[in-house]
């Protein structure tokens, strides 16, 4: 079993990362300190997972919300679907939360754990790749608001990340392509070696070679868990992780959640973001080139036919990152060397969108 | 003007005091550092402060929820129309809110502050009593659900609290009656000379005189901010503001929220607490006279025709202060004394109730 910790002071949790310890005696059972579990999952999860789930965390009190799947059901009612759960079972503060699925079942039980009695006990066992390497790891919750992807939400750490990498067995490929997104993030944002192996390893990863993906999901972990550790609450560092996501969460929004997994736009938007690198005179053309070649080759799409530039440019200006009124965008000096601005020619934002967004190519 | 600062490192804020500042140029612009603000407000409270603080507030962009008034409003479902109209106008992490009212309108705002975007800036202006000796102070924000008061929301410091004491001026005296319930409250909790202070006052409390409630908000928001400054998550000596909380809580869950004010509720729930406290044994029964005597002299009941025991002791069982499955309950062994315990008879419990609640009295 491989052990990572995110250093938070009081707040610190640890990411356990192997392969069958969801159904390991005692692990999981001693990460989990309350004796009411409420455990929240998804139609396709749930039939896999839930029953070792439940062995494992016996004789706690299991009550389980299972939510239709997909980024569509990321919403406010379905918080508040949570909550009337929780209220009617009668659980307490020393309740615990536990999220069995990948991003939107962790970002929506998160924040009903945050906002229960004003936060109660969360933890995280992802059944994704995407969920597994990012978004299990750094307390980020919430859920989306037609207008914008995220907007409502708190910071609520768990109090542990348990990711079974053998879940990822029975991960369609089209979401093993999309955590893939992620992974190809953090190579870009301060990691050419990983980038590289990426690119070394690309075809491995897709046949879902075990000792591949823990590699990545390993990786990628430890470089989450020390932004996060060094930079909670995004106040600046943090800021970077959201590279390529200003335009895939305008993507998303745009096609009201229906359309694209999240690692599906984040991958296109890694594209974008290094296009306008380079159209900003960042980032060179052949480095633009092998970020939207890992891309393609990872399965994901680069161009967006359903969305137009207009469009695009209207959801990216509700996103969190607009402050003083101007959209702030991760861009690229390099692979490797990410950094943010709101200090960009808007002709290139408008070059770029017009060259990944809308009918024609 | 009185100033008071509420100690939290980074999250220290002050609270400013004084009759007319909502008015006075400079006052409420220092403290509001945002360009776009959300004012929540209410339909009492709007017609009469709304005006005036637009004025002090400009040139910022100001952009108004109006809310039904009262304690059944206090919902998930408000908060949702409140962040509905945040996404609609398209305000940046960079925003405040600022919540115009009492602790209702407080509350919801302060959730709905938490939760956008992860977390805005946040200012109170609270214009009741009960607000500006206790609501608007201490970070604690949320809404009701159905199953029990305040079960869903988070802590959120505000940046400031503006208690402008010329607004209760136009206070119904329903609502002034409601908020000397709090008052009593901390007499009860630490300050024997406040309770003594507030025997000897009440009439002139009664009668508004600007000079008593003055008193009163200064030396209340003294005892909270210093709690509130030791123990700001309730790890402990905090869960003593819930002296007749748990009582109270049960009685507007009972009654749908519909029935009571808020601090009419504590009212009667601070006279239960010190029954049970003389019950048990900790309280004399003279001490338990003087805490009937001065509640029922502020115009509050201590008894509760429309619900009985059985009900009460139900909805006491999903408060928050649950644990365990026991109901902890604040006690007194004294004025000024409080503590908290979940040792206690049942049958002293069932005593308290029976005494205090139901048809027969």
């Not at 159904?23 to 929240?40: E, F, K, N, S, W």
């Not at 992807?149 to 990340?161: D, E, M, R, S, T």
């Not at 993906?213 to 430890?222: G, N, P």
Request: charge should be neutral.
């Amino acid at each position: 079993m491989h052990t990572l910790n995110v250093e938070l002071g009081t707040r610190s949790y640890p990411i356990l990362i192997d392969a069958g310890i969801l159904g390991r005696p005692g692990v999981l059972d001693a990460q989990v300190a309350a004796r009411d579990v409420l455990v929240v999952s998804n139609t396709t999860v749930a039939p896999l997972y839930l029953p070792a789930l439940s062995v494992a965390l016996r004789p706690r009190r299991l009550v389980a919300v299972i939510l239709p799947d997909g980024e569509a059901h990321k919403t406010l009612a379905n918080v508040a679907r949570v909550l009337d759960v929780l209220v009617a079972n009668r659980f307490g503060r020393d309740c615990a939360v536990l999220a069995l699925g990948g991003g939107v079942v962790g970002d929506l039980a998160g924040f009903a754990a945050a906002s229960y009695q004003r936060g109660v006990m969360f933890v995280q066992v992802p059944t994704t790749l995407l969920a597994q390497v990012d978004s299990a790891v750094g307390g980020k919750t919430g859920v989306n608001h037609p207008g914008g992807k995220n907007l409502i939400g708190a910071f609520h750490q768990p109090a542990a990340v348990v990711s079974d990498t053998h879940t990822l067995t029975t991960l369609p490929a089209r979401e093993l392509r999309a955590g893939l997104a992620e992974v190809i993030k953090y190579g870009l944002i301060c990691d050419a070696a990983l980038f590289a192996w990426l690119e070394a390893h690309l075809d491995a990863l897709l046949a879902g070679e075990p000792a591949a993906l823990a590699h990545v999901i390993r990786r990628s972990c430890e470089i989450k868990a020390a932004i996060v550790g060094r930079d909670e609450r995004e106040q600046g560092e943090r800021a970077l992780l959201n590279l390529g996501h200003t335009f895939g969460h305008a993507l998303e929004a745009a096609t009201a959640y229906q359309e694209w997994l999240h690692g599906e736009a984040v991958g296109a938007g890694l594209a974008m973001a290094a296009a306008m690198s380079h159209a900003c005179g960042y980032l060179s053309a052949a480095d633009a080139a092998r970020v939207r070649q890992l891309v393609e080759r990872a399965g994901l799409v680069t161009h967006v036919a359903s969305v137009g530039p207009a469009a695009m440019l209207e959801h990216m200006r509700i996103d969190k990152k607009v402050q003083g009124g101007r959209v702030r965008l991760v861009l690229l000096r390099g692979v490797g060397s990410a950094f943010m601005t709101d200090d960009y020619p808007q002709a290139a934002l408008q070059e770029t969108l017009a060259a990944h967004c809308g009918g024609a190519r």
